[in-house]
T-cell receptor
């Protein structure tokens, strides 16, 4: 158990819908990262937040957005869902101090299926 | 921009065989390097990491990796694999507050 929790574990929804995925980082970690893992694209970094502020952006679509709340949990919002958004969405957390990248601890993921 | 290459996408070995998975990154300077493993149905977990010091890094479960700066490489090794090492292995390099990930290598160990 990494200490990172994600809910829900599974999500099945229809095209055009909007969903919210939730992540709670390890106690003491200030950074949260979101990743998408699919069979054809592999592991893709989406976005990072550090202590409530956006720190880095990867291959995140405009239909997707995220935020980190004062209690440090994070939510990833996916809207206007398409079939191709079906994937495993991982959250990771790290201390996020300084310029070096600390070890990231991964949650169990949310499997999103868009029908 | 920094990039990471894992040249072997699929590797199949028999138990007790030796393992080496390649990882190369695109530019030098100070780098932090990681190998993560994802067992079937599980989340990614850290195998080992290199920040500085001894370029031969030992990780969990008998894995090690060697950082060779001149070759921009950080290959993962294990002298004798077990069936339980069946998993996907990811190499990652830090760049601008984020990790740049390789495409992963799927390792299958035949019992």
């Amino acid at each position: 158990d990494s200490g990172v929790t994600q809910t829900p574990k599974h999500l099945i929804t229809a095209t055009g819908q909007r969903v919210t995925l939730r992540c709670s980082p390890r106690s003491g970690d200030l950074s949260v990262y979101w990743y998408q893992q699919s069979l054809d694209q592999g592991l893709q970094f989406l976005i990072q937040y550090y202590n409530g502020e956006e720190r880095a952006k990867g291959n995140i679509l405009e239909r997707f957005s995220a935020q980190q709340f004062p209690d440090l949990h994070s939510e990833l919002n996916l809207s206007s869902l398409e079939l191709g958004d079906s994937a495993l969405y991982f959250c990771a957390s790290s201390l996020g101090q300084g310029r070096s990248v600390d070890e990231q601890f991964f949650g169990p993921g949310t499997r999103l299926t868009v029908l | 921009a920094q990039s990471v290459s894992q040249h072997n996408h699929h590797v199949i070995l028999s138990e007790a065989a030796s393992l080496e998975l390649g990882c190369n990154y695109s530019y030098g300077g100070t780098v932090n390097l990681f190998w993560y493993v994802q067992y079937p149905g599980q989340h990614l977990q850290l195998l080992l990491k290199y920040f500085s010091g001894d370029p031969l890094v030992k990780g969990i479960k008998g894995f090690e990796a060697e950082f060779i700066k001149s070759k921009f490489s950080f290959n993962l090794r294990k002298p004798s694999v077990q069936w339980s090492d069946t998993a996907e292995y990811f190499c990652a390099v830090n760049s601008n507050y984020q990790l740049i990930w390789g495409a992963g290598t799927k390792l299958i160990i035949k019992p």
